[in-house]
């Protein structure tokens, strides 16, 4: 009986395709474990959960494409080889999509405990947000030595200081390195950078909000807090700051 449905569901699905979808599930299985096991750098788990993600799909990518397939007569039907040729580009735009949803979101929710009270530096933020218009912004503190700072925006924005750089950096460098986030949220806001984005729509363009590459957009986003502060004493002090902890990492 049991061995029937078995094969039942083997003849249904096809062997091939029901092999996949089953190492495509282990590997998502096995990268949710790694993500919840080893202590990652903020790289490697975006990258595992994007994988995690294109794994999770993948066979609901190829079952689906091979009803459709089915259902418009065409040739790709039980073809696993021309399956795969269609399922793999779905599968990736479906992981990146997912992506911007769910990796902002898993840092959200890890951060929650650790959203900044400081009255202060909260006032800061929110009035110079309210200018530049963005919204439903939170601050989070995360847990790391290394003076770090980083924001995105999907549906909401948040901008992430970790501890050591509230520990290293006085008030108007902090000051300096939040304003530099401010300016990358604005900018990727813009109707412009939103169909940029779109056009790179791309894990690398994800991992690229955590970098920070001395390109155009740091140049504008830089000269934005030397205009607020009017004076670029800080902004270099908190920069010297962050270099200055760079290889110890
Ligand atoms: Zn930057």
Not at 9 to 34: P, Q
Not at 113 to 141: G, N, P, Q
Not at 156 to 177: P, Q
């Amino acid at each position: 009986m049991l061995v029937g449905c078995i094969t039942n569901i083997v003849d249904l699905i096809g062997g091939e395709r029901l092999a996949l979808s089953i190492l495509s599930l282990a590997f998502a299985v096995l990268t949710l474990y790694a993500l919840k096991k080893y202590e990652l750098s903020t790289k490697l788990k975006i990258g595992i959960i994007y994988s995690h993600l294109f794994f999770l799909s993948f066979p609901a990518v190829l079952f689906t494409t091979n009803l459709a397939c089915g259902s418009m007569c065409m040739p790709c039907q039980d073809n696993t080889y021309a399956l795969i040729g269609y399922a793999l580009p779905s599968t990736l735009a479906l992981a990146t999509i997912a992506g911007f949803v769910v990796i902002p979101s898993f840092y959200i929710v890890s951060h929650k405990r650790m959203e900044i009270s400081d009255k202060e530096l909260l006032r800061f933020v929110h009035r110079h947000a309210r200018r530049m218009k963005i919204k439903k912004l939170k601050l989070y503190a995360i847990d790391r030595a290394k003076p770090l700072a980083f924001s995105f925006r999907s549906f909401r924005s948040a901008i992430f200081l970790s501890v050591g750089l509230l520990d290293v950096m006085n008030r108007k460098e902090i000051e300096a390195v939040l304003l530099h986030e401010l300016a990358h949220l604005q900018r990727r806001s813009s109707a412009l950078k939103l169909s940029h984005a779109l056009l790179r729509l791309s894990p690398l363009s994800l991992l690229a909000r955590f970098h920070h590459d001395a390109g155009e957009e740091e140049r504008r986003t830089d000269a934005f807090v030397v205009r607020q502060q009017k004076t670029e004493r800080y902004l270099l002090s908190a920069k010297r700051k962050m270099d200055a902890f760079c290889c110890h990492y």
